[in-house]
């Protein structure tokens, strides 16, 4: 009975159905204390039970990052640092780690150091999401965060609240006109295509579409993240491709990056954006788009509201069918 409800409750991969972290450590909790009263019994054969259980105890180890707290992705900033650790130290020994899961939708890339993970959208179905996050990441150095999302409100039922926190602005990727890329009411489709991972002794590179704003302004965003394996770089680029001359003409994109806490931001005279970290070191970030601002922010932390930064880099659309693809690299690098 319980192998058949896992069926409808897990991915493959490992991860829960829904996306949420906060279901996906709730479930295997139940499973680790069903294992170990099993485990006592005798005539039953609880192999896959256990195999279950260890490949959702993956999932979360993967979902966990440097600082011991899950990636904030879909409420993931919702469980305690306790829960997580509790629940990993019951499974027993060291999980491996993804670096891709397709069916339940994230990325993770990593070097010694860093480690960047993103949200590459769901194999079968976007229109079940609660976020309009496709394509954000966060990245980390060594146990500090520098990319963030905005986070969660806690126990709170002001719905325009939630809804701010779940659209794309208030993720690290990419929107068109202040759109969300995935429509939170269900009645535009994004379809995530040309999905591509490759892992070499140079470095990790993702590179993904989607459709989501392909019926209101006929396009299509490419997003490319490329991990460094011997150098403290990240090199991304984001790509607005024509498609078809349906709907009206986008203005503009905005790609945003939602600093962390802590962090003190400083314009350069070349235009990049030094991150001040509070713990010593400085990671630069650079466009070859020189149309880059930074924003006071809020962030909703799991200990309580914390103001922030954010940068944005602002890029024109107007000529977009006439261009028929307009681009922007951005690069970070840790600084010596």
């Not at 319980?2 to 139940?30: M, Y």
């Not at 979360?60 to 904030?72: A, D, E």
């Not at 149309?291 to 940068?311: A, E, R, Y």
């Not at 880099?313 to 690299?329: D, G, M, P, V």
Request: aromatic share 8%; hydrophobic share 35%; charged share 20%.
């Amino acid at each position: 009975l319980l192998e058949n409800e896992l069926q409808f409750l897990v991915n493959p991969d490992g991860g829960h159905k829904t996306r949420s972290p906060v279901l996906q450590i709730e479930l295997l909790r139940h499973l680790i204390e069903l294992r170990s009263v099993v485990a006592i019994l005798k005539n039953i054969d609880a192999v896959n039970l256990n195999k279950q259980t260890v490949k959702m105890g993956e999932f979360c180890r993967s979902f966990q990052m440097p600082n011991g707290l899950f990636s904030w992705f879909h409420g993931g900033s919702l469980v305690s640092i306790d829960i997580i650790k509790q629940t990993l130290d019951r499974i027993g020994y060291k999980n491996k780690v993804f670096s891709i899961a397709e069916d339940t939708g994230f990325c993770r890339m990593s070097n010694v150091d860093t480690v960047v993970f993103s949200d590459i959208g769901s194999k079968e179905n976007t229109g079940n999401d609660t976020k309009a996050s496709l394509f954000a990441f966060e990245l980390f150095h060594k146990k500090q965060k520098l990319v963030s999302n905005l986070g969660e409100l806690v126990n709170s039922n002001l719905k325009h609240a939630k809804n701010s926190l779940a659209s794309s602005a208030a993720h690290s990727t990419l929107n068109i006109d202040d759109r969300n890329n995935i429509d939170l009411t269900g009645s535009r489709k994004t379809k995530v295509f040309n999905l591509k991972y490759g892992k070499t002794n140079e470095g990790i590179l993702l590179d993904t579409t989607h459709s989501g704003y392909e019926t209101i302004y006929g396009v299509h965003h490419r997003r490319q993240i490329y991990v460094s394996q011997k150098k403290p770089v990240i090199r991304g680029k984001d790509e607005i491709i024509n498609i078809d001359n349906i709907g009206s003409i986008p203005k503009s994109a905005n790609i945003r990056f939602h600093i962390y806490p802590g962090i003190e931001l400083i314009k350069t005279m070349d235009g990049s954006i030094l991150l001040n970290h509070e713990k010593g070191f400085v990671w630069k970030l650079s466009a070859e788009n020189q149309n880059i601002s930074t924003q006071d922010s809020v962030m909703f932390t799991p200990t309580g509201l914390l103001p922030c930064k954010q940068i944005i880099i602002n890029i024109k659309l107007e000529k977009i069918r006439a261009y028929k693809t307009i681009s922007c690299n951005w690069l970070f690098q840790l600084q010596k």
